[in-house]
């Protein structure tokens, strides 16, 4: 094995132990040690490859992040008109409870972090801005496309990041009250459906 892919393979150890023990303990309670057993690693490989817990988290961040820009890349320019691009975004709302159930604790770190630190908000932040972003940009090209009715974009992008984030919240607080994949798919249908424009 070359220097180079064991020190990938001791990176990816260390971020998959940290998810493991932050989501088990809390950040604040995770020392760098007890990642570093959980990896099997020394602290001096541990900060080969990051300079401190909190970068181990941002990254973990980060990777979470790149992986939902993805599919709401996918979701949009694979799609023929804008409500068929938000459906398919309602639809990936369910991909992504079922691949990240066991990852949702972990989710309620990132909020918990960004209250008390000012940079780990900024990088928690700057997404939800994106994504209302996004969506104004969307609604605004379905009114333009006569696919949508004629609400405020804005709004209309607010209530639907609202909605997704509140049912993330829910799945955490009542994780078996329902298969919160469908609520969250059939939740944006509903909210979609009112917003695309019938024929009189």
């Not at 570093?36 to 602290?43: E, H, M, P, T």
């Not at 990051?50 to 709401?72: G, I, T, Y």
């Not at 994949?181 to 909210?191: K, P, R, T």
Request: glycine residues 8%.
């Amino acid at each position: 094995m070359t220097s180079k892919r064991h020190g990938e393979e001791t990176h990816a150890r260390i971020l998959e132990a940290a998810v493991e023990c932050f989501a088990r303990h809390g950040y604040d309670a995770t020392g760098v040690a007890e990642i570093c057993a959980c990896a099997g690693v020394s602290k001096g490989a541990f900060y080969h490859h990051f300079p401190s817990k909190q970068a181990l988290f941002m990254e973990l961040l980060d990777h979470w992040l790149s992986e939902l820009d993805s599919r709401l890349a996918a979701a949009r320019t694979g799609a023929r008109t804008v409500p068929d691009g938000l459906m398919q975004m309602a639809g990936m709302l369910q991909a992504i409870f079922q691949a990240g159930s066991e990852r949702l604790p972990f989710f309620l770190e990132f909020w918990s972090q960004a209250a008390r630190e000012p940079v780990v908000w900024q990088a928690t932040i700057a997404p939800y801005k994106r994504y209302r972003d996004l969506l104004r940009d969307m609604v605004e090209a379905g009114i333009a496309e006569g696919t949508l009715r004629a609400v405020d974009p804005e709004v209309a992008a607010h209530v639907v990041v609202s909605l997704a984030v509140g049912l993330v919240l829910q799945g955490l607080l009542d994780p078996s009250g329902a298969n919160w994949g469908q609520v969250a798919a059939g939740g944006l249908q509903m909210l979609l459906e009112g917003l695309e424009k019938r024929e009189e």
